[in-house]
């Protein structure tokens, strides 16, 4: 059966885009919103390393109509990735790990309890996705809540379950995996002895003065963030505790939320690098992150680390679904620019909504 989505009204649509920072951003995005009938939509415009334009509107629940605000932060999604590989750059510059550290060489315990053919796989095929390791667990296993039990625990779990089942693809080609990530930052908490949460907080966030940041749901932290939505029965239900749609233990692979002015701080340093600069990365580490390593499912696309590409590296990109947000991010570095957006539900509508208002933040951003 096909996911319910709500109805499209594509005439509450702005029929012109208006001029970069013309205070406008924040009406077209409300057209955007009402025409795919979404809770809540915010948008980010970084160019020549500041912020262009930032707006947001709708509500963080839909029910109770409590506005959203620019300050906000929200579930990022499957954009964690780039910043796990970041942290996994930050410790191989550190000499704690090397890209080319393997199973075997980071869980010694493990040989004889997990398939052979897995040993060998290295931390850089988990990262650019190529270790042929299959894309999920069953997130609706309740296994993979279970509070009794620690996020290492269910980290270590995860990555002896996954070692153990067979390879859906040959080592070497892409594979997108969600668990390949969750087992890569499995593998730098074991160098480290401390929690991905802690490590991304202490070798990324700290390092770049991001504070306003979280993991998994924003409003189970926070009771004044944005909640995530999921379309039911012909309305927006808003996420409650309890009822996660993504387990922590997936936190490598994508947990972070954020709000947009931290986001931006991020995407200027990456678009630093992408250019062949430096800052908490020496260039030739962004260098490695951002070597394309596989060509993806997509024609004119491969995958680096943290990042599909375009072949001619021209533009980057990360896509973010969890269930009950949806985001997109692309950095094009050439001209100097990145853009975010985000919406608190996740159905085809917003998936359409999102690139709908990456048009918008492009036009508007030309047209300056």
């Known amino acids: 059966m096909a996911p319910e989505v709500p109805p499209i009204d594509k005439t509450k649509l702005s029929e ?62 499957s954009l964690t990735k780039s910043m796990t590989a970041m942290v996994a750059a930050r410790l191989v510059e550190q000499e704690v790990i090397s890209f080319d550290s393997t199973i075997a060489d980071i869980f010694p315990e493990l040989k004889g309890q997990i398939r052979a053919e897995h040993e060998s796989i290295s931390l850089k095929q988990l990262l650019n996705m190529t270790s042929g390791l299959k894309k999920d667990i069953d997130i609706k296993d309740r296994r993979w809540f279970d509070i009794s039990k620690t996020t290492l625990m269910l980290r270590s779990m995860l990555t002896k379950e996954v070692l153990n089942t067979a390879p859906v693809q040959k080592r070497g080609q892409y594979e997108y995996s969600n668990v390949g990530y969750t087992i890569a930052g499995h593998m730098l908490e074991r160098v480290t002895n401390q929690t991905w949460e802690q490590l991304i907080s202490e070798e990324l966030f700290s390092q770049l003065g991001i504070t306003n940041f979280g993991f998994g749901e924003p409003s189970f932290e926070q009771s004044d963030q944005p909640k995530g939505h999921i379309y039911k029965n012909g309305k927006w239900q808003a996420i409650t505790a309890g009822k996660e749609i993504i387990p922590k233990v997936y936190g490598p692979a994508g947990t ?25 990365l020496s260039k030739e580490s962004y260098k490695t992150l951002h070597t394309i390593y596989s060509e993806a499912q997509e024609p004119g696309v491969g995958y680096a680390m943290g990042w599909f590409a375009k072949l001619d590296n ?49 036009e508007r951003n030309f047209s300056n």
């Open 256 to 280: 972070v939320n954020i709000s947009l002015s931290e986001l931006a701080l991020y995407l200027s340093k990456v678009l630093e690098g992408m250019k062949g600069g430096d800052n908490i």
């Open 314 to 362: 021209t533009a980057f990109r990360h896509d973010g679904f969890t269930g009950s947000f949806s985001v997109i991010s692309f950095l094009y570095p050439n001209e100097n620019s990145a853009y975010f957006i985000a919406v608190n539900g996740d159905t085809e509508n917003a998936a359409k909504a999102l690139f709908a208002a990456l048009e918008l933040l492009r």
């Open 16 to 77: 012109q885009v208006g001029i970069g920072q013309d205070g406008d951003l924040q009406l077209h995005l409300e057209n955007i919103r009402l025409a795919y009938n979404l809770p809540a939509i915010t948008a980010l415009t970084v160019k020549d390393g500041l912020v262009f334009e930032i707006a947001s509107t709708g509500y963080r629940d839909i029910h109770t109509q409590t506005l959203v605000t620019d300050n906000d932060r929200w579930a990022i999604g």
